[in-house]
């Protein structure tokens, strides 16, 4: 099965800050990658998905970016975080139907 | 737009008892449905998938049902433990195209009382 790692586990930054969380994957190749955000109160939201390197669609307007250099290699960033930007994130790596989720990485933007 | 409620939002029983958890979707035509399990602070895992053909799947305690028609699924929990202590969340896939797009549900946060 798949190993989803993610850093950092926990992050605290203050606003108008810049932001970058990573993703990667291990036991696999050619993965479907996605980012979540959990936010207090809300379900567990997409933001990003990437069918391959370099293919990036986005689900939601907002200040957030996504890229993926690498087969296995996902990438969150903002250039300028907004407090509404807190919440947990999530990524997780998909063959077909199935969903591997990473541990997560929590933000709150003071 | 897809939409995914989970009822109810918190359960609190006995260690012992049986359970149901509700999860419905305003959009029937999607390609499969799962259930996931998240521990406080951490990831996702996966419990059950049900394909849209398919009725039910079952795992040791738990087996999830489908009625795709009505836009309905339920969990069930049998003999229910301390450790089964977690927010469940209900996901659906919408048909067609490779990217597997996951609509989640808010959750359910049971808790098993020793």
């Known amino acids: 099965s798949q190993t989803i790692h993610q850093w950092p586990a926990t992050l605290v930054q203050p606003v108008g800050s810049p932001l970058s969380l990573e993703c990667t994957v291990e036991g696999t190749s050619n993965p479907n990658l996605y980012w979540y955000r959990q936010a207090a109160g809300r379900g567990l939201q997409l933001l990003f998905y990437?069918?391959?390197?370099?293919?990036i669609s986005s689900e939601v307007p907002q200040n957030l970016s996504a890229s993926r250099p690498q087969d296995r290699q996902f990438i969150l960033s903002s250039k300028k975080l907004l407090l509404s930007d807190s919440g947990f994130y999530l990524c997780?790596?998909?063959?077909?139907?199935?969903?591997?989720f990473g541990p997560g990485t929590r933000l709150l933007v003071l | 737009k897809q939409e995914v409620t989970q009822i109810p939002a918190a359960l609190s029983v006995p260690e012992g008892e049986n359970l149901v958890l509700n999860c419905s979707f305003t959009d029937s035509a999607i390609y499969n449905l799962q259930w996931f399990r998240q521990d406080p602070g951490k990831g996702l895992t996966s419990l059950l998938l049900?394909?849209?053909?398919?009725r039910e799947q079952t795992s040791g305690r738990l087996n999830a049902s489908l009625d795709k028609s009505s836009g309905r699924s339920t969990l069930y929990i049998a003999a229910s433990q301390p450790g089964d202590s977690a927010t469940y969340l209900c996901?659906?896939?919408?048909?067609?195209?490779?990217?597997?797009?996951?609509?989640f549900g808010k959750g359910t946060l049971l808790t098993v009382n020793p």
């Open positions: 996901a659906v896939s919408d048909s067609g195209g490779s990217n597997y797009k996951l609509t």
């Open positions: 049900i394909q849209s053909s398919q």
């Open positions: 990437s069918v391959g390197i370099g293919q």
């Open positions: 997780a790596s998909g063959q077909q139907e199935t969903q591997y």
